[in-house]
């Protein structure tokens, strides 16, 4: 077995000079290959965790070479790896036995979530960017960052494909943690074309939270917009108090929101209870010292206040009129402020109205949707501006990234120009799949189950999926 999978230091030389098509991971220790590692090489972890979830995801057509200190290690991984049909070898010896060229530092670049978004948010660094995304194309289909493209890391093995790759883009690789990424970088590298990954993947991506301020006027409306997920929440401000509605995890971005523009938040309130997204309504109302409301008209296992229909909630010179919207879930409640902005949660949003099949009683919830929509929301005035919860792909903010619309607008939607009963008919024929992790969220978000802070960015990854659309 060691002669057939074990490869000589003056082998790897030539296979190196020779630039031959082959993946080099150095198994040590990350100083230890900071430190120097073997020109190419790229660090890897091999424990249970790869081995269930990046393993099945490496080319199975090229040869893989393991790196450890003395061969040890190494032989076994590539032992290991040969039995789920990998072409691999180790280091004969190890890095004990290697007089070759060595080099130090980190091989691969990475980019931040919030550097790549405000790339994403200049026209020519935009134009210059390459969104690389190398998951399965099923994963892709699934969710991605907007104008990304797919090239599945197996994909990166054929020569056509490296070719096809423009040389004159600035390319981002893309994948859930960032060490498919990290791999496809080390590729490219290999192929003399630079790349970056990435930090922390999509997982990291979907927990940016971006803030705007919609004009400068009292009550002064702040949209806290988690750019990966699609989710919305905001923050409404008079005299220098303020309403948080829907918050966020991180819920650091409220406390410097709040610090900067030197207000206090003295109230912290969700629409519903939510299904994609864990609500930072508990922590933000612990940390700031604010009075947490919840829908009176769902179970919740915390303390809070409860709210009903035609309780207001008076704050600066403002004032916050509840409405209570049943159709997306059953306590689903729209905030009105001073009579001007509504915010409507996932009741209606810019371009569709809110999935009724969330908790299992579809045609009911369709009704409820339908009552709530034509004979409470469209009695407001039609230039009421809306403020929802969520955003799809296929919708555009205003021209300062805000995302609302008058309910005049909101209301040109076919759907809505439909009976009660054909659009109960229409509604129940939803496909979308429901959100994932959606019933482990509900769970936490009513204080069944206590919330782990790490687990937060793994329950969230994957769209929104709040909508009919
Ligand atoms: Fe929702």
Sequence with gaps: MDKVISISPSTLSKLIANKELFLLFDLRSQEKYNHGHITGASHAVCDSKTKETIMPKIPK????????????????????????????????????????????????????????????????EYDNLLLLDVREPEEYADFRIAGSINLPLQELTKK????????????????????????????LENNNIESKTLKGGLANWNQVLIDRKDGDSDPLIIQVHKIGKGCLSHIVVSEKEAVVIDPLYPIEKYLEISTSEGFKITKVLNTHQHADHISAANDLAQISGAEWYESGYESWDFPTKFLKDKDVIKFGNSFLKVIHTPGHTPGSLCYLVND???????????????????????????????????????????????????HGESVSPNKYGIYKATIEIARKNKILELSENDFVNEIVKISTPRPKNYTRIIQINKGVIPLLQEEIPNLELGPNRCSIQ
């Design 61 to 124: 057509n090229v040869k893989i070479i393991l790196v450890d200190d003395d061969g040890t290690v190494s032989k076994e991984t590539a032992e290991m790896m040969r039995t789920m049909q990998f072409d691999s070898y180790y280091l004969d010896g190890g890095m004990n036995n290697w007089n070759g060229n060595i080099v130090s530092g980190s091989i691969s670049d990475s980019i931040s979530s919030v550097d790549l978004w405000k790339k994403l948010n200049d026209k020519d």
């Design 160 to 187: 056509e494909n490296l070719d096809n790759l423009p040389h004159d883009k600035q390319i981002i690789t893309i994948c859930p943690h960032g060490n498919r990424a990290k791999i496809a970088s080390f590729m």
């Design 340 to 390: 001007k902005y509504l915010f409507t949660g996932d009741i209606l949003f810019i371009e569709s109205v809110g999935r009724p099949d969330l908790r299992d009683k579809i045609y009911d919830f369709s009704h409820d949707l339908y009552h709530s929509l034509h004979n409470k929301i469209f009695k407001l005035p039609l230039k009421v501006n809306i403020y929802p919860t969520h």
